[in-house]
């Protein structure tokens, strides 16, 4: 090689390394940084000389006598003197790998976004607050509770904050109330921690200059971009630091990251990067959000570490720029075998599952699981609370003016914190007084309300502060009259009379996290076969496409945030994770609107058969099949058990407290309950407990209202008349209290809880259809939208398999053209063009179009060049619908009943006899119940067989123990009742094919067309592109035949538009 080289090159090239000692040699280990791996290289190949400066010439020595070389390599570093370096790069010229004036922009953030922004590269929305001196007042800059507003750009929670010096890496992202509230810093790595959560932080800071720009969730991954030159490219993923700040590192300590590819747009984008700031070798952050990729930091000089196959690469680009700056005349080729022999370690290998479930039992190695998904109840909660009274108070009439624009016919309800701060002012005041203008009401009326007052004002007192997520009280007006108006001319309307309804309650209690907890790892290890902590590893590939969706209540938002973190092993508090990784759509997982006529009618039946004790046989199927009468489930005494709920039992739990007892109960020892900061912990408050108080954040003055309304809404001693839907209600306070205030030994709870569970067990299957067809047309009707997204769920992830398959089997005879016409008419399929309804995510109020699924799940893939990982092409579709009681009842309904559907009579269940046996016994689908459907590929039997891809159903019946059941000691140390395992739907060794899945679902679910189109990311050129990111996976992975592969390179490289990724020979 030296011989070759010394006959067209006299001398070697000089290749100057100024730079500070530290950033060439990695602590004691002087040999392992990436840059005297490279150098070594370099040197390797007998062209160059290595001319190290050292810091004492750097930082003493004048420029004069600094070491003369051809090419040089300088960056800045803390303490490094830019200016000399400057100096003498003007008076030696050398060829400069990275220029150094521009690096001066490097350290101003401002700069940096107006050179992305000069050179089209996308950048999320940002504003600029500019301050001379700390805290300056400025009249454009406003902050609100939940947005900050520059110069009337308004951005809500949640926002980053950066300080505009690029060298202060104290980032600051702060969280909306609906989420909790708070602030996470992030900063450079300190041991393992990178951010650092702060729930009693809600106001930006002011004493210097910042940037803030919209908060983009990237599914809690960051991508690393790193260039050597602006053709090559090399990108990683790691965790982010936004989800839990707990840095991930393998068994040498070092923090895992995992090489991606790079889409097109992507690669154009450091193409870009690197031009615009003149820095051949530099590393920025790319967030992936939506579909959509944007640069948030640009660093400067950055190498990969721990990369022997990037050393490499970067090495053979190096080398071809200094001898095209310094020798063109020589062949910059790159030789047959590299001058140098560096062993790379191989990384242990995880067992990555290829077999089926260990639920139904195995179905051989040629099985691979493929799709997850799960539809699962929210954890252990409070009692959901109501309370209403008629308020005609002056204070709480103008309040309601106040938030409503002034319309005295229009209704307002208050759930910001300053609103609720303004009805716990006005309600502290009224609390003492009896109501005025009601001469002709009872005392007893008056008492009454002004207990209901003292309610509102303790729930309003609740924690210290507000938090929209939990709280929220509407005001209807009833009454007006027509009064004078001020100025004189003429009348106008006032209230007299308003409705206030306060809802509180129904918030997740410590027991609820750990069970959402718990049960994601339950999932992490269990619902994978095989993965175990591999799990973890395919989703920091990006080989695990997750999504996570809940509904809107604040229970279930954070269940799926507490789950997020037991699957993906995650630490710290959940509204940052909640923020980052779920996404709320509410019109597919709230509400019972759409069935709210047959909801009502199925409650009138159902009384009817309580309260008359009458069933009858439903006119379809065999009367041997219990689960088909009228009323199933009911026990058949439910008219004699009623009575038994309005005992002196219920009263005595009710009983009217003396008010002493309720004001100055151990409050004024014990700090009230703080929901907001209690967010993140799974432990009960050992303080309130020994205190003798009620758990969580009930006072005793709540707890008694709580029984007190109970005892008066389920028996009208005037009427003589029961109402059973307040049974469930009854239910769950005994179980609350059973379970949370043992402690307090209340007096025949225990007989109550029997009795009531009794009856629960009928009436809140029932309430969802009265038979087995009213239950398939109301569990239609509630769940059309997420039996619609499931389909296309499973129907997205069988053509992607189908379509890799088609190419890897066709990979020796089809030319590169046909392989890309196969590809864009894969992508032509309906179903694959939809992934789902609208659906809103944290970071705007706004409604928008999800971006095409299929897109995303090609462009985010494992770099396998680069990955030590046993099956780098494999991908997992996982996702996880978080919702209530509602929703669970009619999947389930939807699932075992459809066959009776007249459109598909003769078709057997869904679920087998056994399975629909084991339904009818399960009296209650519990917190954290579950509904599982995983589907399976077969890859060695045909394309085309409808086999080719199986369904697995299983149920969990969620945490259903009774607290009277359980006698371990440590459901009562700390409230929480197990999660059931998964029980199975369907016969062992049975086979429920892709094709008889859609067959038998499609007509209760919302077809494909009817979900909002995808919306095209902007810069995206559409099918083109994505075939191009199919082929250049598919070019790494399998064994192409020499012509295939050059021609099919050069289609990817064509459709790349010129942008590069990282390859053996730094192009593509």
């Known amino acids: 090689m030296e011989g070759e080289m010394g006959e067209g090159l006299k001398k070697k090239i000089t290749i100057g390394v100024c730079v500070m000692e530290k950033k060439v040699k990695c602590g004691s280990e002087a040999f392992s940084g990436p840059m005297l791996q490279i150098l070594e290289r370099l040197q390797a190949f007998g062209e160059f000389e290595i001319v190290h400066f050292g810091d004492k010439v750097i930082l003493e020595e004048p420029i004069e006598r600094w070491p003369i070389c051809d090419c040089l390599i300088a960056f800045y570093s803390t303490g490094y003197p830019l200016g000399r370096a400057e100096a003498y790069a003007s008076l030696r010229k050398p060829f400069l790998v990275n220029e150094l004036g521009q690096q001066h922009l490097l350290h101003d953030r401002r700069k940096v976004y107006e050179r992305l922004e000069m050179f089209g590269i996308p950048i999320p929305r940002y504003a600029l607050v500019n301050r001379e001196f700390p805290n300056q007042e400025l009249d454009y800059f406003i902050e609100g509770e939940d947005f900050v507003e520059v110069h009337g750009n308004r951005f809500w929670k949640p926002f980053v904050e950066k300080p505009v010096d690029g060298d202060n890496h104290s980032i600051m992202i702060y969280y909306p109330s609906s989420a909790g509230g708070g602030m996470k810093e992030l900063f450079r790595k300190v041991g393992n921690r990178s951010s650092e959560f702060h729930p009693e932080v809600r106001r930006v800071r002011r004493e210097g200059s910042y940037i803030y720009e919209e908060f983009m969730p990237t599914g809690g991954t960051d991508v690393k971009v790193y260039t050597v030159g602006p053709e090559y490219a090399h990108a990683e993923a790691r965790k982010s630091p936004v989800v839990d700040g707990v840095v991930m590192r393998n068994h040498d300590g070092k923090e895992v990251r995992y090489p991606v590819l790079l889409t097109p747009g992507e690669k154009q984008i450091a193409r870009d990067v690197c031009l615009a700031f003149r820095q051949a070798v530099c590393g920025f952050d790319l967030l992936r959000c939506e579909g959509r990729s944007y640069v948030c930091d640009v660093n400067g000089w950055s190498f990969v570490k721990n990369s022997y196959k990037y050393y490499d690469d970067a090495a053979c680009v190096l080398r071809k720029m200094f001898l095209d700056a310094k020798a063109p005349h020589l062949s910059s080729t790159i030789p047959p075998t590299l001058p140098w022999k560096v062993s790379e370690p191989v990384q242990p290998l995880e067992g990555l599952t290829r077999q089926g479930s260990g639920i139904i039992g195995a179905f051989g190695q040629a099985e691979e699981l493929r799709c997850v998904i799960a539809v699962i109840r929210h954890g252990d909660r409070t009692p959901k609370q109501k309370v209403k009274l008629k308020v005609t108070e002056e204070k709480l009439l103008n309040l309601m003016l106040k938030y409503n624009g002034g319309r005295p016919r229009t209704e307002t309800k208050l759930k910001s914190a300053v609103q609720l701060q303004d009805l716990l002012d006005a309600t502290r005041i009224l609390v003492p007084r009896t109501r005025p203008g009601r001469e002709s009401d009872s005392e007893a009326e008056d008492i009454e309300h002004a207990e209901k007052l003292r309610q509102v004002k303790a729930v309003l007192e609740e924690g210290g502060h507000f938090s929209g997520i939990y709280r929220k ?26 409705l206030m309804v306060l809802k509180y309650g129904g918030v997740l209690t410590h027991a609820g996290r750990k069970q959402a907890e718990e049960l994601g790892r339950y999932f992490r290890n269990n619902m994978y076969p095989g993965e175990g902590t591999g799990l973890l590893r395919l989703h920091s590939t990006y080989r695990h496409d997750l999504k996570i969706y809940s509904s809107d209540e604040g229970r279930v938002q954070m269940s799926a945030a507490a789950f997020a973190k037991g699957l993906l092993d995650l630490e710290g508090q959940l509204t940052p994770i909640l923020v980052s990784l779920v996404s709320k759509d509410s019109s597919m997982l709230d509400g019972l609107d759409n069935a709210s006529i047959e909801i009502k009618e199925a409650k009138a039946r159902l009384s009817e058969i309580i309260t008359l004790g009458t069933k009858a046989v439903h006119n379809i199927g065999s009367p041997e099949q219990p689960w088909m009468v009228d009323g199933a489930g009911l026990p058949p005494n439910a008219s004699e058990l009623l009575p038994k709920l309005v005992t002196e039992q219920v009263r005595i739990l009710a009983k009217d407290e003396d008010e002493e007892l309720a004001e100055t109960s151990a409050y004024d020892v014990i700090p009230p309950y703080d929901q ?16 003798g108080l009620p758990c969580g954040s009930e006072g005793f003055l709540l707890m008694f209202a709580r029984w007190r309304k109970l005892e008066r809404d389920f028996y009208n001693e005037r009427k003589g008349r029961f109402d059973i839907t307040q049974i469930p209600d009854v239910y769950d306070s005994c179980k609350y209290d059973l379970l949370h205030n043992a402690h307090l030994n209340l007096e025949g709870l225990d007989e109550l809880f029997k009795v009531a569970q009794l009856l629960a067990d009928g009436v809140i299957p029932n309430e969802y259809g009265i038979n087995p067809k009213q239950k398939l047309k109301i569990g239609s009707k509630i769940a059309r939208r997420l039996l619609g997204k499931i389909l296309i769920d499973l129907r997205n992830t069988s053509d992607e398999a189908i379509s890799v398959a088609e190419l890897k089997s066709n990979q020796e005879s089809n030319s590169a ?49 680069y990955a030590n990982v046993k099956t780098p092409d494999r991908h997992v579709r996982t996702r996880l619908y978080f919702t209530s009681e509602s929703h669970i009842h009619s999947l389930m309904n939807v699932l075992r009943y459809c066959n009776i559907d007249e459109s598909l009579q003769g078709e057997p269940s869904l679920v087998s006899d056994n399975g629909l046996e084991r339904l009818y016994n399960t009296r209650e689908l519990d917190y954290m119940s579950y509904i599982v459907l995983r589907m399976f590929e077969n890859t060695e039997v045909a394309l085309e067989d409808p086999k080719r891809f199986r369904i697995e159903m299983t149920f969990s019946r969620g945490a259903d123990l009774s607290p009277l059941e359980s006698t371990d000691s440590w459901l009562h140390q700390e409230h929480t009742l197990p999660i059931m395992g998964p029980e199975r739907l369907q016969e062992v060794g049975s086979c429920l094919t892709m094709e008889t899945m859609e067959k038998m679902m499609r007509p209760f679910a919302m077809p494909p067309e009817d979900f909002p189109p995808p919306s095209i990311p902007q810069g995206f050129s559409g099918y083109f592109s994505k075939s191009a990111a199919v082929l250049e996976r598919l070019v790494n992975l399998w064994p192409f035949n020499k012509h295939t592969a050059v021609a099919v390179a050069a289609a990817a490289a064509t459709a790349a538009g010129g942008g590069s990724s990282s390859t053996s020979n730094g192009k593509h």
């Open 473 to 498: 009280v509407q005001l209807k007006p009833l009454k007006w009259v027509k009064v004078p108006k001020i100025n004189g001319d003429g009348e106008e309307e006032r209230p007299t009379e308003a």
């Open 676 to 691: 907001a900061k209690a967010l993140g912990k799974t432990n009960i408050d050992v303080d309130r407990i020994a205190a």
């Open 817 to 865: 053209s046909s392989t890309v016409k196969d590809d864009t008419d894969y992508q032509s399929k309906p179903h694959s063009k939809i992934e789902g309804s609208r659906r809103t995510s944290f970071t705007s109020d706004v409604s928008m179009d999800q971006d095409d699924d299929e897109d995303k799940e090609t462009k985010y893939r494992l770099d396998p060049k």
